[in-house]
């Protein structure tokens, strides 16, 4: 598994053939064999092969083409619906409608996606995160059916690669690593620990054809703005209510 975690890189075009079903299932084994809290696994996994659904999810994650383009498309969702209806028929009182419990079964399903991940890399297949599962989640729900008690917290686009590219930078270790007790950055260490980053020629260009400043404004005032965050945290707010957090 070494070799997968050091080499790893989002695949975004991938091919037609599908991924046979032992490898498929070697994979979703992979995923349940994850760490989780008490041992109550309580996430799920959408597996979507179909084209049509597929073409329906495909809005709900802003018409990425590896959307429909992966032959799989796996949905992990935080799941308490199967938990509770256990304790239910079992004569015990489930008290998991809270954020906390909502907060355990997501970082749940996340540490299986990435499991899932891992083990499709052994194998030759390309992954590709989509975080837009938490942007528009009522729409997942809706179309896959998730009752009260699930909520969709990430999927994983899969197949084999069409495509090779080069693996994406990541900050220096002392970036991100704190000994002992977290030690808080001085601007002179903030400067230094971008400045890889910042003087890439990728990003340059990518501050240029933004209109930008600086890379840290196609962040702020681009991707991840003030006003979508906080539209899409009321999106993802309601739909907790609704599915009884």
């Known amino acids: 598994m070494i070799k997968e975690i050091f080499e790893h890189r989002s695949i975004r075009k991938f091919k037609s053939d599908p991924i046979p079903e ?28 179909d084209p049509e659904i597929k073409e329906q999810l495909s809005p709900a994650h802003f018409n990425q083409a590896m959307v ?3 032959p799989v498309l796996l949905t992990f969702c935080a799941d308490f619906n199967r938990f509770n209806k ?76 069409d495509e090779n590219p080069p693996l994406t930078d990541r900050l220096p270790q002392r970036a991100v690593v704190h000994k002992e007790k977290y030690q808080d950055y001085t601007d002179e260490e903030i400067d ?18 933004n209109n930008k400043e600086t890379l840290a404004q196609v962040f702020t005032d681009v991707r991840y703005t003030k006003a979508n965050n906080e539209h899409f945290s009321k999106v993802l707010l309601d739909v907790l209510k609704k599915q009884g957090f």
């Open 68 to 70: 429909k383009q992966a």
């Open 22 to 49: 032992n490898i498929l299932n070697q994979i979703l084994e992979a995923a349940i064999r994850a760490s989780n809290t008490g041992n109550m696994q309580v996430y799920s996994i959408v597996v979507t092969t």
């Open 192 to 209: 230094e620990l971008y400045r890889v980053k910042e003087n890439n020629p990728e990003y340059i260009k990518f501050v240029k054809e």
């Open 86 to 161: 256990w304790c239910r028929l079992r004569n015990a009182k489930p008290g998991y409608d809270n954020f906390l419990s909502f907060l355990t079964a997501a970082i749940d399903a996340v540490i299986a996606a990435q499991n899932a991940c891992l083990e499709a890399e052994h194998h030759g297949c390309g992954i590709c995160y989509l975080g837009t599962a938490i942007y528009n989640p009522d729409k997942i729900i809706d179309i896959l059916n998730l009752p009260e008690g699930v909520v969709p917290i990430t999927a994983v686009a899969m197949g084999y690669p």
